[in-house]
């Protein structure tokens, strides 16, 4: 039988989105919240540091904070609980597992084409296939927006690979740098769920004074916006109908603040845009994203590709694997 994700399908306010969400999953986010506080080095005193990043958060997206309280109330866990585990600037598990000699787990990558029918852009989540069964999907409807995606089941929405009913899709990717007080990059990527144009995304991006900040691979109808963030700095790739990867370095000269990066990240991204083109069919996005012939760092990962995801933007259309795409099937989901 083929596997799938659990599936939510909201409709209300953001009070009501983030009740809903940790009322569903309320066991597995209080696991998440207990395995963190047993695992995690001076977790009271990290928790107490995300105080500061949290009141930064509550004057830019008191909105967002409010959706966060609500999923904490309903999953029966602290708001700060919560709130420190969508600040990744002050404990990542994935990234403090990868700085050591061997590199465990490294994060996505993302791939867009353009053709006849629009873009398609192509997504591998990873991270720990552990982790696999955190996941789950969400379509949700507020106000006049509605967006998809697959999430965290302790993370705000966003901060993997979604769509939004303006056409606007987001893939988030890992890069590495130093942490500084503000804003969580998880909050940035919520946020973009919620922008009607690229325009707006950018400009939301650049007035929040961040923490620390992912890789937001952004693509509307022609366009690709590229937007890579360090140290409060904001690089922007603009393309109009030309193919794009991004996987988990940076690519612009903000690459100059980068902790470090690895050669997982490097190779998916040499082998990926050598392989990427305009005018691919889903199934050849799908060989890029299944793609094994780097057999060291391949861009599809037993031990990470947790889940694998197309999207098609023109038609409201998004497909997801359970797994690795070498191995699974994907199942179809319209916005």
Known sequence: MKKKFPYLVLRGSRR???QA???NFRSKIQESVFLRQQTIPQYKELKRESQNHFLETLRFFPKFIEELTATAIAANVSVMDLFFANTRSLYDAGVASEKGELVIHDRCTTVVSFGADGAIV???EDWDVKNTDDLYILKATIGETKFIGINYVNELPGTAASMNSWGLVQGINEVHQK???GIPKNFLARAVLECPTLIEAESMIRRVK????FNHLLVQKDKVKNIEIAERKVKTTNLTNE???HTNH???DLKKYETYRTKSSEHRYDKAKKLLQNNMSENEVVNILSDHSDAEYPICRHDSTMASLIFKPKIG???VCYGPPCKGEYEKYKL
């Open 16 to 18: 009501a989105i983030g």
């Open 21 to 23: 969400i940790g009322e």
């Open 122 to 124: 192509g997504h591998n």
């Open 179 to 181: 942490e500084t007080v």
């Open 210 to 213: 961040q923490d620390t900040g």
């Open 243 to 245: 193919p794009y990867v």
């Open 250 to 252: 940076f690519l612009t």
């Open 317 to 319: 259309e998004m497909l």
